[in-house]
């Protein structure tokens, strides 16, 4: 079946380091990608989204390119923040609206000031 | 704030017992999302609902049911609980068309404890 694997971390960065965090998917076909983040105590927020491939999702200096090729959707920012630290999610999900998403395990990002 | 509310926000109940979730989607959204989240299994899609139908199944016990209301509320039912249900549940809902595109809103969640 489909699956996201992505790093699971955590990962530890200090402030206005270069972010990577890798996500790859497997599945037939070409879904919809995601990027969710959830701060502590709170719910999943849309951080980015690309629906087809070469599409470039770009949200408050992350971004984020669909590369059907390598069947990948990694997360970048050029500059991280304190306030970056969450925890964060790669989704895919088929079109036709009747289904949910399948996520990765989530990336622990740490940012020491 | 994404609109999405969720209660109660935590719920302590014993092995065997049944429990209902709530869950308020934003205004305007038909589709209505259920996810479970745990330590050991992730971030799970269950079910989901659009415009009161059923619309969705993914890896939903057949302890588990849910519906979804004329005012587009919707209710998740866990019974016969189990340890293992111990979990962070979490709504989630998009507005119409449905596609594989929309942004989905996630609420809060309702952490459950089975004791």
């Known amino acids: 079946g489909d699956s996201v694997t992505q790093m699971e971390g955590p990962v530890t960065l200090s402030e206005e380091a270069f972010l990577t965090i890798n996500c790859t998917y497997t599945a037939t076909g070409y879904p919809s990608l995601f990027w969710y983040v959830q701060y502590p105590g709170e719910g999943l927020q849309l951080l980015l989204k690309a629906t087809k491939a070469d599409d470039k999702g770009s949200n408050k200096g992350f971004e984020a390119t669909y590369r059907k090729e390598t069947t990948s959707f990694h997360l970048e920012k050029g500059s991280v923040q304190v306030s970056d630290s969450a925890v964060y999610f790669c989704a895919l999900r088929w079109g036709g609206g009747a289904d949910g998403l399948t996520f990765g395990k989530g990336t622990h990002l740490i940012i020491q000031p | 704030d994404s609109g999405v509310t969720q209660t109660p926000k935590h719920l302590i109940t014993a092995t065997g017992q049944r429990v209902t979730l709530r869950c308020s989607p934003r205004s305007g959204d038909l589709s209505v999302y259920w996810y479970q989240q745990s330590l050991d299994q992730g971030l799970q899609f269950l079910i989901q609902?659009?415009?009161?139908?059923?619309?969705a199944k993914g890896n939903i016990l057949e302890r588990f049911s849910a519906q979804q209301f004329p005012d587009l509320h919707s209710e998740l039912n866990l019974s016969s609980l189990e340890l293992g249900d111990s979990a962070l549940y979490f709504c989630a809902s998009s507005s119409p068309p449905g596609g594989a595109t929309d942004t989905q809103y996630f609420g809060p969640g309702t952490r459950l404890t089975v004791l």
């Open positions: 609902y659009y415009n009161g139908e059923e619309r």
